[in-house]
């Protein structure tokens, strides 16, 4: 990968951008791009999008890294316009080395790379390529559905990709893992593929790859990027509600509530105070699988969970919250 160097007005800032559907990884991968840069003595600005008016992703960033965000929108949407100016500051006020523009679950990669050419005008980019991250259980599964508007967009993510990942490898059976190749290898024949769990994977190969060209056949024109958006490109199906929690609320049963939330929310994720062990968490919520991160006592946060899915109902999730909250006040700590 990149080594430090005197940079120059005009030298290009080599730019990542990782896309991948809801829960897949992508910011579990951006914490082992930035620590493997920082062994590397470079210093890493990242752009994080959220769909949710809080950026809870970016709690489990080093608190030192340089980070813009764009929240209570999609990058290549609604708040597509904004992309360019945090960009140009962030890159004005920190110089980076490198870039790492981290999109919303829900974004399509190509409007991405509209948006960085309008860029591009202010400050010199590199865009070495699209990282995708997949989830392959989530995936496969999807794909054998055959339906929906969450299908398609996964398809559109793997397809502007120049890396794939298949994430999560270690939830699909052997038996399973030559379809899941050949189904992703259809779509996108010239990204390189990687199998990982955890996204476990050495960076130097990311680099390696990113600096192949992006796919040929989905590079666009600004003009036919924004042709493609206003054809078929909507988030009306997607669905964003964040609540603020009244209370504590107890561990066990707040465990328990996520792995029974409506199938139509794929992911959530934000910040709890426990009642039972006294201490706050961030709490991850994708596919089913929690996964809590313990915060220290310097973290001043409110206590907020933010839910995203698919045509769910807001005012059941809304009165499955209260009862969470009544049911943990009834318990003493």
């Excluded at 597509?80 to 920190?94: A, H, K, Y």
């Excluded at 298949?166 to 939830?171: A, G, H, T, Y």
Aim: charged share 25%; aromatic share 6%.
């Amino acid at each position: 990968m990149m080594m430090k160097q005197e940079q120059t007005l005009s030298a290009p800032i080599p730019v990542y951008i990782l896309s991948g559907f809801l829960g897949s990884g992508k910011t579990t991968l951006l914490v082992k791009l930035i620590e493997y840069w920082k062994s590397q003595n470079l210093t890493t600005a990242v752009v994080m999008n959220e769909l949710g008016e809080v950026n809870l992703d970016g709690k489990l960033i080093d608190q030192r890294v340089p980070m813009a965000e764009l929240l209570g929108g999609c990058i290549c949407c609604s708040v597509r316009d904004n992309l360019g100016i945090e960009l140009v500051q962030l890159v004005q006020n920190t110089s980076p080395d490198v870039v790492v523009i981290e999109a919303t679950g829900v974004a399509n990669p190509i409007e991405i790379l509209d948006g960085l050419a309008d860029t591009s005008l202010y400050v010199t980019l590199d865009v070495k390529g699209i990282i995708s991250v997949v989830d392959s259980i989530h995936l496969l599964e999807t794909y054998r559905l055959q339906k929906g508007k969450t299908f398609r967009l996964m398809q559109e993510q793997i397809r502007a990709a120049s890396i794939l990942l298949l994430n999560k490898i270690d939830r699909i059976e052997e038996k399973d893992q030559p379809e899941l190749l050949s189904l992703v290898k259809e779509w996108n024949e010239h990204a390189s593929v990687h199998f990982t769990e955890h996204c476990n994977i050495d960076p130097v190969l990311l680099a390696e790859d990113a600096s192949c060209p992006v796919n040929p056949e989905r590079e666009v024109s600004a003009s036919q990027a924004q042709k493609e958006h206003q054809l078929h490109h909507s988030h009306n199906h997607v669905m964003v509600y964040t609540h603020y929690f009244n209370c504590k609320i107890n561990s066990v049963l707040f465990e328990q509530w996520l792995r029974e939330l409506p199938r139509d929310i794929y992911r959530a994720k934000g910040i709890v105070h426990f009642s039972d062990t006294g201490s706050r968490f961030l709490f991850q919520y994708a596919y089913r699988e929690p996964d809590f991160t313990k915060l220290g006592p310097e973290e001043e946060l409110k206590d907020v969970g933010v839910f995203i899915g698919e045509h769910f109902s807001k005012t059941e999730l809304i009165q499955l919250l209260q009862q969470l909250e009544e049911e943990s006040s009834k318990i003493k700590s």
